[in-house]
């Protein structure tokens, strides 16, 4: 009798690693895909599903969901790169502003409440959004920068850093529409070179997990598996999808986030 319930405890227990490790390959595998055809980080994804799925504490995933968006941007950047979209220079540059501008936030967001910047840029992000969706027209070829244009791309670039350090926010949700909506940069182009950006951006964050020993290396593991499958496919299903589905797919998405961070912002005053 016990061999018998000795058994079927431990074949249960065997599944139910089985299960948690196959949800983690799915996780990862559907934060690539749609990470990288949008060229975004897939966090806004990774923290709440492993957090609920998982059950793991929220510092935990954050730094888990910071060491896969380097996967993420790794593999995505490696199929974008062979067709000669990321634009490496530009990538850089606006980098520099947007660490500028998260260093500024960071300290704004000390003194103003948080529901204000909430409403503040979630009016902001909606407008942006709109624009991406509502667009008839797509750049589809590369052009060249006019400095006016650069200097626009990197003002943005600053203050989707300070959006980014007031409310922990950032990635390609912000960089994109920079790139697209002020630089004119065409949306292959401004996707690739996001996801070049984001893996920069999360590489300084995570060094500082990692520093702290805030890690789980089994979890971000079997996550990585799922990323690096799901960053190729969805890379490569995104180089041959039309540049306006794409603009508006990506639109669509930013319209989301902003409009839970309007009404988040706007349930403190009502």
């Not at 599903?49 to 380097?70: D, E, P, Q, R, T």
């Not at 990538?91 to 704004?108: H, K």
């Not at 960089?175 to 920069?200: D, Q």
Request: with cysteine; aromatic share 10%; charged share 10%.
């Amino acid at each position: 009798m016990f061999k018998f319930i000795f058994v079927v405890v431990l074949i249960l227990l065997i599944v139910m690693d089985f299960m948690y490790r196959l949800t983690s390959i799915v996780i990862g595998f559907l934060a690539g895909f749609i990470g990288s055809m949008l060229g975004v980080g897939g966090g806004f994804f990774i923290v709440p599903m492993i957090v609920y799925f998982l059950g793991v504490s929220m510092h935990l995933a954050v730094s888990v969901s910071l060491m896969c968006v380097i996967m993420t941007s790794l593999s995505a950047t490696k199929v974008y790169s062979s067709k000669g979209l990321v634009d490496f220079k530009l990538g850089l540059l606006l980098e520099i502003f947007t660490s500028l501008g998260a260093i500024t936030g960071s300290y704004i967001a000390l003194g103003v409440e948080e529901y204000i910047l909430k409403i503040v840029f979630g009016l902001v992000l909606s407008y942006a959004a709109l624009r991406m969706i509502l667009s008839r027209t797509v750049r589809e070829r590369k052009v060249k920068l006019s400095k006016k244009k650069i200097a626009l791309g990197s003002l943005g670039s600053y203050f989707a850093g300070v959006a980014s350090g007031m409310l922990g926010i950032g990635g390609g949700t912000l960089k994109v529409p920079v790139m697209v909506l002020l630089m004119g940069v065409p949306i292959r182009t401004a996707i690739a070179t996001s996801s070049f950006m984001i893996g920069v951006t999360a590489s300084s964050a995570a060094i500082v997990y990692l520093s702290s020993g805030v890690f789980d290396l089994v979890i971000a593991g079997f996550i990585i598996v799922g990323i690096f499958v799901g960053a190729q496919i969805g890379s490569r299903i995104g180089l041959g999808v039309r540049g306006i589905w794409l603009r508006r797919g990506f639109g669509v998405l930013l319209l989301v986030f902003a409009l839970k961070m309007l009404f988040d912002g706007l349930s403190v005053i009502l």
